[in-house]
């Protein structure tokens, strides 16, 4: 199995920078797209970003302009470079992961999520 574990999430201030990490581990034939979700405290979860295997990335409204996602292949790692915070983006953020883990011809391709990292923005 896949699990992706997320870091780089903490306590910041308003107009701070964060740069979060997820890292899969486990076994795996390959990952595929990778993305970020968030969820503040009361809400629904959103879509924050996702990013091909080829680096094609794709960006909420609310993301573009202070979000950067990002993916090192050679690592399985993908990451999320947030600027500017804002109080509004405090949020549990989660990684996920379309990955295969059989090799075989009929094998699927599952997505597989992180526990999440808290940002908490805040004076």
């Known amino acids: 199995q896949v699990q992706p574990v997320e870091s780089g999430g903490g306590l910041v201030q308003p107009g701070g920078s964060l740069r979060l990490s997820c890292a899969a581990s486990?076994?795996?034939?390959?990952?595929?797209?990778v993305g970020w979700n968030r969820q503040a405290p009361g809400k629904q979860p959103e879509f924050v970003a996702a990013i091909t295997k080829a680096g094609s990335a794709n960006y909420a409204d609310s993301a573009k302009g202070r979000f950067t996602i990002s993916r090192d292949n050679a690592k399985n790692t993908v990451y999320l470079q947030i600027d500017s915070l804002k109080p509004e983006d405090t949020a549990v953020y989660s990684c996920y992961m379309q990955a295969r883990i059989d090799p075989g011809p009929d094998a699927d391709f599952d997505y597989y999520w992180g526990q999440g990292t808290q940002v908490t923005v805040s004076s």
């Open positions: 486990g076994s795996f034939v390959s990952i595929y797209n």
